[in-house]
T-cell receptor, first 114, second 108 residues
Framework: EPEVTQTPSHQVTQMGQEVILRCVPISNHLYFYWYRQILGQKVEFLVSFYNNEISEKSEIFDDQFSVERPDGSNFTLKIRSTKLEDSAMYFC????????????FGSGTQLSVL | GQQLNQSPQSMFIQEGEDVSMNCTSSSIFNTWLWYKQDPGEGPVLLIALYKAGELTSNGRLTAQFGITRKDSFLNISASIPSDVGIYFCAGPGNQFYFGTGTSLTVIP
């Protein structure tokens, strides 16, 4: 069964460094999302992406964050200058337009900022 | 933003017991989704509901879409240890909103 894949599964970085989290959505999906989950808390929406542009973003998604679909298969989340509070599990999700808005999630990237 | 509140926040039950949890919203949704998250994994879709009043089953899981379109419940019958995890309700909108989660622990 096709699935959303994320790499790396774990990323440790120093505060102030840039990180890029990578995702390969399911191949025939058209909508892409990034979420984060701080340990023990709920899943929080960051951004949605459709037709090569951001369609919605939350207040969490400030100027330190950016997303890109550099080719036909990858979808990336970049954090330019990481802060301690960016430590969280980051989930990528994708959705086709014909399934009633069901989201399919990857297994996540655990980001630890030291 | 829209708020999805789940109750209870956590549950500890004996294997074999039935479980019931619910989700309420501050506004109307046209679709309700229930996800389960295993530790260290991404959420996995369990059940999708599309019509007010709809009752849908998936194995031992049953979910209902409230008539007011502002709530939904999820029941798990005859719980087993692998039911352990966090259960989230979710509703699509401009952002895809997730509930606060119900953490389920099943004691063998």
């Amino acid at each position: 069964e096709p699935e959303v894949t994320q790499t790396p599964s774990h990323q440790v970085t120093q505060m102030g460094q840039e990180v890029i989290l990578r995702c390969v959505p399911i191949s025939n999906h058209l909508y892409f999302y990034w979420y984060r989950q701080i340990l023990g808390q709920k899943v929080e929406f960051l951004v949605s992406f459709y037709n090569n542009e951001i369609s919605e973003k939350s207040e969490i998604f400030d100027d330190q964050f950016s997303v890109e679909r550099p080719d036909g298969s990858n979808f990336t989340l970049k954090i330019r200058s990481t802060k301690l509070e960016d430590s969280a599990m980051y989930f990528c999700a994708s959705s086709p337009p014909w399934t009633g808005e069901k989201l399919f999630f990857g297994s996540g990237t655990q980001l630890s900022v030291l | 933003g829209q708020q999805l509140n789940q109750s209870p926040q956590s549950m500890f039950i004996q294997e074999g017991e039935d479980v019931s949890m619910n989700c309420t919203s501050s506004s109307i949704f046209n679709t309700w989704l229930w996800y389960k998250q295993d530790p260290g994994e991404g959420p996995v879709l369990l059940i999708a509901l599309y019509k007010a009043g709809e009752l849908t089953s998936n194995g031992r899981l049953t979910a209902q879409f409230g008539i007011t379109r502002k709530d939904s419940f999820l029941n798990i019958s005859a719980s087993i240890p692998s039911d352990v995890g966090i259960y989230f309700c979710a509703g699509p909108g401009n952002q895809f909103y997730f509930g606060t989660g119900t953490s389920l622990t099943v004691i063998p």
